[in-house]
């Protein structure tokens, strides 16, 4: 086990105008399950190709324990990695794909032929050692390749979107698999998705990516309740958070009926940088609906309900309104399921007093309150 650290590591790529990666400054605690999020092209998987010694590394270092690895070969890294297509020989058993490595590495016979069994015992995969990968499913083939990851022994484990080829109800299920996994091996982990349920539910931290640029690294409960700007507060959270910009009037926040008073705090960081306009932010769980004779709240066109059994959510349209930008938007709140809101109907939405969130419409960072 060993601590991880990008000490402003950055990657360029030929022809390209921009860094893949700019100036990453990331460290990873050993033992740590840190989970790399961003939409496509957001640099997670070139960050985690640099740490694998898969992709140059042209400005910084990275640090694997006390060893700079920064212009080290993958193979003296003492990491493994698990990618998306599980990479099994077709030809040779379960117990021959996860002590493969192990056979080149010149390992003994019994030495191999224990971890082997020690591996398939953690991931359930005893019975199925003298099969070949076509006998399995895809989420027993993505558990020999996690198997034969596992035998080395590394330091760290390196996962690249590893349950992207699985079914819905088979990602849910593997990903608790493989959270508990790591916790019982105690193995320092930089796991890479696009999906940010899947990152919110599997990592002790969450690092957010946008351009090649880290966002925000923090717990998943942190950056839920506290997102350091508006592309974090949009992109984490499912259904994502409401997002709207607001006049400023005196020491309020209005839009439509909806006033928001503002704190000494945000007014003076607004006059700081001349600001105007705030965008308000808040989660569909956030808001209540009230009576539709009440002046409070803003009122919303519902166009969509969503019914889950256990949760409905409304989709609707801002109304009584001539700004353009809000008319394109759509707002998303949490709703009784037991008496959701007819569809084309309009209720009135008031956010509750403490869940808005406010940033900058000039910067998008979070503003104090």
Do not use: W
């Amino acid at each position: 086990m060993a601590k991880v650290r990008y000490d402003e590591a950055t990657r360029v790529y030929p022809g390209s105008e921009r860094p893949a990666v700019d100036a990453l400054d990331l460290s990873i605690d050993d033992g740590e399950f840190l989970v790399l999020v961003g939409p496509s092209g957001c640099g997670k998987s070139t960050s985690l190709r640099m740490l694998a010694g898969l992709e140059r590394v042209d400005g910084g270092r990275i640090s694997i324990g006390d060893r700079d690895v920064t212009h080290l070969p993958p193979r003296d890294r003492d990491i493994a990695m698990v990618f998306q297509n599980y990479a099994l020989y077709p030809h040779m058993s379960v117990a021959d794909n996860m002590g493969f490595a192990l056979r080149v590495m010149k390992t003994p016979k019994e030495e191999r032929d224990r971890r082997v069994r020690e591996a398939a015992r953690l991931l359930d995969l005893e019975e199925f050692l003298d099969r070949k990968p076509k006998a399995l499913s895809g989420g027993q083939r993505q558990r020999v390749a996690m198997g034969r990851a596992i035998v080395r022994e590394p330091k760290v484990f390196l996962m690249d979107e590893p349950l992207s080829n699985l079914d819905a109800k088979l990602r849910v299920q593997t990903r608790t698999q493989l959270a508990a996994l790591q916790r019982r091996l105690g193995v320092t982990t930089v796991y890479v998705t696009h999906d940010q349920v899947e990152a919110m539910t599997m990592g002790d931290r969450v690092a957010v990516l946008k351009d090649g640029v880290l966002q925000q690294v923090d717990t998943p409960l942190r950056l839920y309740q506290h997102p350091a700007n508006v592309f974090v507060a949009g992109f984490i959270g499912s259904p994502s958070m409401n997002l709207a910009e607001y006049r400023v009037e005196g020491d309020e926040a209005v839009l439509g009926g909806t006033r928001i008073r503002l704190t000494r705090e945000t007014l003076q960081a607004l006059k700081e940088e001349g600001g105007e306009r705030v965008i308000l932010g808040f989660r569909p769980e956030g808001v209540e609906v009230v009576g539709g004779d009440d002046d409070a709240g803003f009122p919303i066109t519902v166009t969509v309900v969503e019914e889950l059994g256990s949760d409905a959510f409304l989709y609707g349209q801002y109304a009584d309104t001539t700004d353009q930008a809000l008319l394109d938007q759509t707002v998303i709140a949490r709703v009784d399921p037991n008496a959701p809101p007819a569809k084309g109907g309009r209720v009135r939405l008031r956010i509750t007093p403490g869940k808005e969130r406010l940033f900058s419409a000039l910067t998008g960072r979070r503003l104090p309150t």
